[in-house]
């Protein structure tokens, strides 16, 4: 009989278990960012053992879940605009349960936990009157640019989820190279625990959260409240000012800032109500008067000063406002002279303008000021990218080189390190050390210090040139062995010699070392044999080597580089051989330039906003515009949107 009841009670339970909404099962497969993963039978039940304590507790995990379903229509609407997978939107919950103001043991605040140093690297204002850390708009905006900055590099999201916690330099030890780029993965014992508490997390809450809000809640989000105090906003739009207060902790002083645009969070009760931006967005209709308002109103300055241009390959001049200063976009040919005629200055008092003398050379697609520089920008902070100087800075930013200077406690000759994060509004106080952040350096090895990687490129110019000697008098040899062709040989099309454009160096290398040739090594031609993939449903394929080919021809046929064909084959450019497999990452088949519409563009090394413009033939005024941009400034692995 005992044995009977307890038989019942365990066939009872299970039951329970199996009708438990809130104790979901891990399954042998999932997706997550769009990667397909599977799950082995160990890493199944150590993920099922973290769902199972966010769910042993029905009171907390229900009140997670309301946090969540609150939060989400925003998170998912701003992770959208970002180009950023939903899926990204659980990592907030385990992050920090979507309280705004938690603070980690590690000092990490926030929504998505960044440290201020961080925070501040990825555009967010913290200090004593705001910190954008605890601000679900700011702050997730903050969180894209970082998971964007990490993906360009590894270009898997499970990776860019480590990323997040342990620093690009920290996942390095739990990543396989050969899994950049890929679609599918395997998530086993070995997988790093934060990867898959976040998979518990999204199995745990992605059912629970689609119901609606227990009392009824919403969000919405304004955007007219620059110079006004959270209790005027409150009477403004009839809203409790202690609800108010709870969903902005963000603002630490009485009125909001008016030196950028910021979102305040307005708790809506006892009815659902779609996610808006009140004061932003096109269906706005006052925010649309106000703008033709002050075009009705514009001053006789800028009435003189036109618009710019939406055709880029006409010669009209281009000007666009920058910190609030009128500014020109020079051209190729201009020179100090010729821009100072266009906008109609004596040369002296525009170069003055710029921190130019008469001579100095002028940069196509580089802004030049028509009024002098102010003494601070509209940002915060900027993190100085490679190659960059003071002037450089002071130009996107339109702050004069020399404030720029003592804002940072440097001298107006000193070398800005690439990282270092530039203070531009306030100068930089004695007892905060100078902040150096990781920059990328595109699809070079950032781990190679810059001497050992020139050693390594001219050693390598040295092994290219002796091969590409012996392979020209391999050449010769077999032409002098040749035999009159046959009739049927002849109607075989004779192959023509293409001298392949050299692959670029380095940008960050002497002028020099540039202009130098980097040969590639050549092996005679013989028939193609055509490449067949390793596997159709895999990310990468093998490609034989051919007599003829280059290590340049084989990366411009796949639209790769050749430095990553190196890295995928842990080999140097001298091993290259004829039946050589090497490993290609891609769908499989030549590489062709084809016009299609892309909505964004993501900044590699050498980027401008000029280049940019021209490339998808798009005004920089518009540009700026819906990027909602304020300067020049860009950073490698941000994406641009270059479609409304």
């Known amino acids: 009989m005992r044995y009977l009841i307890a038989l019942f009670l365990l066939m009872t339970s299970a039951q329970l278990w199996a009708d438990d909404p809130y104790r979901p099962r891990v399954p042998a497969t999932m997706e997550f960012a769009g990667m397909k993963l599977k799950i082995t039978d160990g890493a199944r039940k150590e993920i099922q053992d973290d769902v199972d304590m966010l769910t042993k507790s029905t009171k907390y995990f229900e009140l997670k879940a309301d946090r969540a379903r609150l939060y989400f229509p925003i998170i998912e609407k701003t992770l959208k605009e970002q180009n950023v997978p939903d899926d990204f939107k659980f990592l907030s919950v385990q992050e920090s349960a979507l309280i705004s103001d938690a603070v980690s043991s590690a000092n990490a605040v926030g929504f998505w936990q960044f440290k201020d140093f961080t925070g501040r690297e990825v555009g967010l204002r913290i200090d004593r009157h705001v910190d954008e850390r605890l601000n679900i708009v700011s702050s997730t905006i903050g969180a894209s640019k970082y998971f964007k900055r990490h993906n360009f590099y590894f270009d898997n999201w499970i990776y860019t989820l480590l990323a997040h916690m342990t620093g690009r330099g920290g996942a390095e030890k739990y990543v396989d190279h050969k899994q950049f780029g890929a679609t599918r993965m395997t998530i086993d014992r070995k997988t790093h625990w934060y990867v898959k508490r976040c998979l518990a997390h999204k199995i745990a809450f992605e059912e629970a959260v689609k119901s609606k809000h227990s009392e009824g809640m919403s969000l919405m989000i304004y955007e007219r409240g620059g110079g006004k105090s959270l209790s005027k906003i409150a009477d403004e739009l009839k809203v409790s000012e202690t609800d108010l207060k709870q969903y902005n902790k963000w603002l630490k002083s009485s009125k909001i800032p008016e030196e950028k645009t910021y979102s305040v969070i307005v708790p809506v009760k006892g009815r659902q109500k779609p996610i808006k931006r009140i004061g932003g967005g096109a269906s706005e209709t006052v925010a649309q008067k106000e703008k033709d308002n002050h075009e009705v109103t514009k001053t006789e300055e800028e009435k003189v000063i036109p618009s710019l241009s939406k055709e880029l390959n006409t010669d009209k001049t281009i000007f666009i406002r920058i910190n609030g200063l009128p500014t020109i976009l020079a051209k190729k040919g201009d020179d100090v002279q010729s821009l100072a005629a266009k906008a109609q200055l004596h040369p002296q008092r525009f170069a003055r303008y710029n921190d130019l003398s008469l001579d100095s ?105 002796r091969e590409e000697k012996e392979a020209e008098k391999a050449q010769e040899e077999e032409r002098e062995e040749e035999t009159v062709p046959t009739p049927e040989e002849t109607k075989v099309e004779p192959v023509v010699e293409v001298v392949e454009e050299e692959e670029e160096l380095p940008e960050f290398m002497d002028m020099e070392e540039e202009k130098k040739e980097v040969p590639q090594p050549i092996v005679p031609v013989e028939t193609r044999v055509e490449e067949r993939p390793v596997d159709q449903a895999s990310s990468y394929f093998t490609h034989t080597v051919k007599k003829g080919e280059t290590l340049y021809g084989i990366s411009k046929k796949y639209g790769v580089s050749v430095q990553d064909i190196l ?66 400034a860009l950073s490698v692995g941000e994406r641009i949107r270059v479609k409304e």
């Not at 039946?579 to 964004?600: A, C, N, Y």
């Open 361 to 465: 050379p002028i940069k196509e697609g580089e802004i030049y000021y028509l009024k002098n520089k102010r003494w601070r920008a509209r940002t915060y902070y900027y993190t100085a990218q490679r190659g960059e100087d003071l002037w450089d800075i002071s130009q996107k930013f339109g702050v004069k080189e020399n404030r720029l200077a003592r804002l940072n406690r440097m001298s107006i000759i000193d070398d800005v390190q690439p990282g270092r994060v530039m203070w531009l509004r306030k100068r930089r106080p004695k007892d905060v050390d100078v902040e150096i952040q990781e920059v990328s350096m595109g699809p070079v090895d950032e781990t190679i210090p810059v001497k050992e990687l020139i050693k390594e490129v001219r050693k390598e110019e040295k092994e290219l040139e």
């Open 567 to 632: 890295e995928w084959n842990e080999m140097n450019a001298t091993e290259l051989k004829i039946g050589q497999s090497l490993i290609v990452h891609g769908e499989g088949r030549p590489f062709e330039m084809k016009t299609k519409t892309v909505d964004f563009h993501v900044v590699e090394p050498g980027d401008t906003m000029y280049s940019i413009s021209k490339k998808y033939n798009i005004a920089i005024d518009e540009l700026l515009r819906i990027n909602q941009k304020d300067n020049f």
